[in-house]
């Protein structure tokens, strides 16, 4: 007889959006024993390719250590999360009473100053964010940024974040929002979207061809990186 040991550590983590199916295997197949929404749940494994299947992100949390209880990982974020609307926030943790231990990145005087705050102000506002998406694909970017980690200052025309998402030129934009999330913040020629982490260690931008909606490059900067 066999015996599976795993190492995972586990993670605490918030689903950000409503009715979250609750199935019996990490697969779109699997039956749906539940639901959940809106609520801080601890990861004990994951599995998928982190790919879109038929218009299904690959991807499964598994938040039951003894029972087969699987979600799909698209709409959860592990914590610390980081978040914006109109401010930066960084958020600790979700409690059952969905009080919100986070810190909010601000300027006074023109220098950027952290305030820690707790309260449910913050909650309301997470529902189906975009920037809740982009949480996810920031860390999977500085799992890598060891890369480059000697270096002062880098610009390339290719993307890091192909090493992860296959976001790639020619991609079409459809599919890109499917993985970043569905927001846009302006551009010119080109739309643009903007991808950064909250250090401000790197900015992304991935140029779009509007004409064609595909992608037209991507570009990453890599600053000052100690």
């Known amino acids: 007889m066999m015996i599976s040991v795993s ?15 609750i199935r019996n295997s990490p697969s779109s197949n699997g039956a749906v ?7 801080k749940v601890e990861i004990y494994d994951k599995q998928g390719t982190q790919k879109m299947i038929n218009g299904v992100w690959d991807y499964w949390y598994k938040i039951s250590e003894q029972n087969n209880q699987w979600i799909n990982a698209y709409y959860v974020v592990t914590f610390p999360i980081f978040f914006r609307h109109g401010k930066d926030y960084k958020i600790d943790n979700i409690d059952d009473n969905n009080i919100i231990d986070y810190y909010v990145f601000d300027f006074v005087n023109g220098e950027q100053v952290l305030t820690r705050k707790k309260d449910t102000a913050l909650f309301d506002k997470l529902i189906d964010n975009p920037y ?11 799992k890598q940024l060891h890369i480059e980690e000697n270096t002062e200052y880098s610009y390339h025309n290719i993307s890091i974040l192909n090493l992860f998402y296959e ?9 890109l929002q499917t ?22 260690t790197y900015e992304i931008y991935v140029y779009i061809n509007m004409d064609v909606g595909t992608i037209h490059h991507i570009e990453y900067t890599l600053n000052h990186i100690k």
Do not use: P
């Open 7 to 21: 190492c995972f550590a586990v993670e605490s983590a918030f689903v950000f959006t409503e009715n979250l199916r």
């Open 33 to 39: 024993v539940g639901s959940i929404s809106m609520k």
């Open 132 to 142: 809740m998406r982009l949480s996810e694909l920031v860390k999977d970017i500085n």
């Open 167 to 175: 976001i790639q030129k020619g991609m079409n934009i459809d599919y």
């Open 179 to 200: 993985i970043t999330g569905n927001f846009q913040t302006g551009g010119h020629v080109t739309g643009i979207y903007e991808i950064f982490d909250f250090k401000k």
